[in-house]
Each structure stands twice: as C-alpha cells, then as structure tokens.
C-alpha cells in the first residue's frame, strides 16, 4: 500500500509562483512513477506532468508548458511541482498520483492523494 500526501497549496496572485510538495509512505520501495494532476471546478480531471524513477519524464500538458516544472527527492521519495507565472486558470486541486509501474497509462495511477488547493486570483 503506498499514500501519497500532497502540500504547498494556497492563494496567489496572477503570474506569481507556487511550489507543491507531494509525500508518499507505504510501500514507497516499489514507487516508481509519479505524477501531477489538477481539476478545476466542473471540470475533469487534468493531466500535468510526470516523471519515473529512471529519470525520464513525460511531456508536460500543453496548458503547463514553459511555466511548471516536475522534480524529485529520490531520499523522500517525494515529487515537487514548481510552477511559475501563474494563471487564474490555473486555479484547481492539484492531486500526486503514484504507481508501480514505469509506464502509467494517463489517469490509471494506482495511488491518489486527497489533492491541495491552488487558486490564482486575477
């Protein structure tokens, strides 16, 4: 079993910057992709970013590109969003998403945190 918890969540204004953290425990051994969703308000979920234990990353959305920025503390296990110049569309939960595999189909992750609150006032 492996949970992941996510931080770092919070109100900034339009193009200022956030830094989410995400934390697992568990069976963290076995993690081996990790990634960054967000959904906002009426909408379905979104797919950020992601990266694997042997450093390979996937493309980020296109919503995203340029301005976040996906990283990991291979200690803690731990993935971090950077984001920068922030937009109020940018406003959503964010959720870490965690799995086993190397290779995760989008939206198949296996383990989920509860998400952090971002919101981008205009």
């Known amino acids: 079993q492996v949970q992941v918890v996510e931080s770092g969540g919070g109100l900034v204004q339009n193009g200022g910057s956030l830094r989410l953290s995400c934390e697992s425990s568990?069976?963290?051994?076995?993690?081996?992709?990790m990634a960054w969703f967000r959904q906002a308000p009426g909408k379905e979920r979104e797919y950020v970013a992601a990266?694997?234990?042997?450093?390979?990353?996937?493309p980020y959305a296109d919503s995203v590109k340029g301005r976040f920025s996906i990283s990991r503390d291979n200690n803690k296990k731990t993935i971090y969003l950077e984001m920068n110049s922030l937009k109020p569309e940018d406003t959503a939960v964010y959720y870490c998403?965690?799995?086993?595999?190397?290779?995760?189909?989008?939206?198949?992750?296996?383990?989920w945190g509860q998400g952090t609150q971002v919101t981008v006032s205009s």
């Open positions: 998403a965690a799995d086993f595999r190397e290779i995760v189909p989008r939206h198949d992750y296996d383990y």
């Open positions: 568990g069976l963290t051994s076995r993690i081996y992709s």
């Open positions: 990266l694997s234990w042997r450093g390979r990353s996937t």
